[in-house]
């Protein structure tokens, strides 16, 4: 009998294709995200499930999936995942690393110069008829070059963001777990520093971080108070790391000059004053959003299906679980 995979939502072919030719696959037609009773049932009865990040797979599911071998998710951060849990149902998890970076890097890029040059405000403007001859006092930003960019979370994408600032004459600080190698530091012209320091020395922050205990509001009151004034925020990683009630004070205070927002506390709900706030950007959670990346997951997702169903080893197994298979 073929094994099962389930897909809880469609993704660019490829992938599917990919396991198709090998196993009875079924995709979640939609529309939206898959239903908690629907994912209850096709769990139970699948080989494989390939998950996105909205998908909470918990301890209450994952005793339900008495056939499942591995939970592979379209996305590099694994979040949604009760990886205790799986570990406990010797349950293979796999993510999405690297093939992102670029995408992410470049997302979070963008949000940065959209809040320092204004150009979602100046957009808006012109669209409106009220462009009406130049005007040496029209919509002043902040020039990039000279400015000091913290990094919140200095793995693969906060590494790119920071080759990015590097290229635009930026200053870079940045924090983490723990420090990158010398060589990389080096490559990146990049600084360790504490976080106070980074709270404190940053002209935009741009956070990376993986969301996890130790993460969660991390960006909360405390920290807010220690940046400085005028400081813009990025953040392309995951919503709960910011406290998004105490960043809207912020914003409207002006203490946060802008806030460049890929990713939302209660996503996909949105803190409904950000809305009206004309020194935001708000995005769709896109980061990895293009078509090769995409193209990219979907091939590695299903890679990762085939070792993980074949009796083999994920290349991309998420590394709490390297010893266990
Ligand atoms: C991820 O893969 O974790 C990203 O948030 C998707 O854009």
């Known amino acids: ?44 009865g699948c080989d494989a499930i390939v998950t996105l990040l909205s998908d909470k797979i918990d301890e209450e599911l994952l005793q339900k999936a008495a056939n499942l071998k591995i939970i592979a998710n379209y996305a590099v951060g694994y979040n949604n995942i009760d990886i205790h849990a799986a570990m406990q149902h010797k349950i293979m998890v796999t993510n999405t690393p690297g093939v992102l970076t670029n995408a992410t890097g470049e997302i979070a890029f963008a949000l940065m110069i959209t809040l320092t040059r204004r150009i979602i405000e100046a957009d808006r403007f012109t669209r409106n008829g009220e462009f009406i001859g130049w005007d040496p006092l029209l919509f002043l930003g902040d020039e ?9 979370g200095m793995g693969r994408i906060g590494q790119d963001m920071a080759s990015k600032c590097k290229a635009f004459g930026m200053r870079v600080i940045y924090h983490s ?47 807010f108070c220690k940046m400085k004034n005028g400081v813009y925020l990025v953040n392309t990683s995951r919503g709960e790391v910011i ?13 946060v000059k802008g806030a460049g927002l890929d990713v939302y506390e209660y996503e996909p709900e949105i803190t409904r004053e950000l809305f009206s706030l004309s020194n935001v950007v708000l995005l769709p959670h896109i980061g990895s959003a293009t078509i090769e990346t995409r193209n990219k997951m979907s091939e590695m997702v299903a890679r990762n299906v ?20």
């Open 1 to 44: 009998m073929k094994r099962k995979v389930f897909f809880t939502r469609r993704i660019p072919e490829i992938g599917i294709k990919m396991l198709q030719k090998k196993y009875e696959v079924e995709v979640f037609p939609g529309p939206g995200n898959v239903d908690r009773d629907t994912l209850v049932q096709k769990i139970q």
């Open 144 to 152: 990039l070059k000279g400015k000091t960019v913290g990094i919140l």
């Open 243 to 255: 406290d998004e009630g105490v960043l809207v004070e912020h914003l409207k205070s002006g203490k």
């Open 177 to 223: 777990r723990k420090p990158v190698s010398g060589e990389i530091e080096q490559k990146l012209d990049a600084v360790y520093c504490s976080l106070d320091q980074l709270l404190s020395q940053s002209d935009v922050i741009s956070v990376h971080t993986p969301l996890n205990d130790k993460t969660y509001h991390l960006l909360g009151r405390e920290s």
């Open 306 to 325: 085939i070792a993980g169903l074949e009796g083999e080893r994920p290349e991309n197994l998420v590394p709490e679980m390297s010893d266990l298979f």
